[in-house]
């Protein structure tokens, strides 16, 4: 049975693409190299309404060459909590309160940031949505505030920013949910909340599917069966340090340039912080973390056997 059927009112696969995809290599050599390799900053993209087809256009150029595509959404916090502990919850509880706060909050930025397969940087960009207003739409005060302190002018979205209608349009045709693609990976930090309002997004604002089963069936459908978390990874590291940027920051990683605190910079550390880990810190070997999103399992997995392994991995 498909477990997204009846998931998603009017749930519409990705459309196929107009080009066909090329072959994409593995990395080179440099991303199993023990010693780290100098970065420098990486410019950030500020999407709004007036220059969102110029730079949409250049992201839909890059896409078909994209290996690996990292995403952060900002949204305004949560509203919606468990009754009890966080870390004693099983998944489908979990789910839940997930599902319970994405289907009632609009997202408020999306950062998407591109790789080619010799792990190139391709590009990243910051989606600025203008669909929540501060008045009528629930929110956290606290993360907002917090988001405002990080440089997000929340004003500035509602008046100049694009909605999430002309994102899905053009995310759709972009080839990035191309299904014949299934070399691509799907990378994020601490990433349950950034793939759910993804999907919100991408399936035009349809309600996450009820369950644990459809929302595997819907990553699947559109992201492929390559999805890694890089909190995830990293606790696989004894020497990371907690949060992302600080781990940018010991790997010697520059932070962005032109938006450095925002969801296109959250991209940008995902993508650097999944190649280190995977080519040096692990050794080229992610599988074991493979499907699994912080926030929705549990905090490590033994292998595909194990009963804590419920969720995503038992599906992919």
């Known amino acids: 049975m498909n477990p997204t059927a009846g998931m998603f009112p009017m ?10 995809t090329s072959p ?17 900053a990486v410019p950030v993209r500020s999407v709004w309404a007036w220059n969102f087809r110029e730079e949409s256009d250049k992201l839909c150029h890059l896409a078909w060459n994209a290996r690996y595509v990292a995403v952060d959404v900002h949204y305004p916090g949560l ?6 502990n966080h870390n004693i919850l099983t998944v489908e509880e979990r789910y839940a309160v997930v599902k319970a706060n994405v289907d009632a909050l609009k997202p408020l930025q999306v950062g998407i940031a591109l790789r080619d397969g010799h792990g190139r940087h391709l590009g990243a960009w910051e989606f600025n949505l203008r669909d929540f207003c501060p008045v009528s739409d629930p929110h956290d005060e606290g993360s907002l505030a917090y988001l405002t302190g990080r440089g997000l002018d929340v004003d500035r979205l509602r008046v100049r920013g694009l909605s999430a209608k002309m994102l899905r349009e053009k995310l759709l045709r972009s080839g ?95 993508l650097q912080v999944f190649m280190r880990l995977k080519y040096s810190e692990l050794g080229g070997d992610v599988e074991r973390h493979r499907g699994l999103l912080h926030g929705l399992h549990q905090h490590y997995v033994v292998d595909n056997l194990n009963s804590c392994s419920v969720g995503l991995k038992q599906y992919f």
């Open 79 to 84: 509203v919606h909590h468990a009754d009890r």
């Open 176 to 270: 990035l949910f191309d299904p014949r693609c299934a070399a691509r990976s799907w990378i994020t930090y601490a990433g349950a909340y950034h793939i759910a309002y993804l999907l919100k997004i991408v399936t035009g604002g349809a309600p996450l599917p009820k369950d644990m089963a459809g929302f595997v069936g819907a990553v699947r459908r559109y992201l492929g069966d390559q999805v890694y978390d890089v909190a995830r990874m990293a606790a696989d590291c004894p020497a990371m340090p907690l949060g992302l940027e600080r781990m940018a920051d010991h790997l010697g990683f520059h932070p962005p340039l032109g938006s450095p605190r925002l969801a296109a910079a959250a991209g940008v550390h995902a």
């Open 11 to 20: 749930f519409p696969p990705p459309p196929m693409p107009f080009y066909q």
């Open 24 to 40: 994409m290599q593995p990395p080179p050599f440099y991303f199993h190299a023990a010693v780290p390799v100098p970065s420098s």
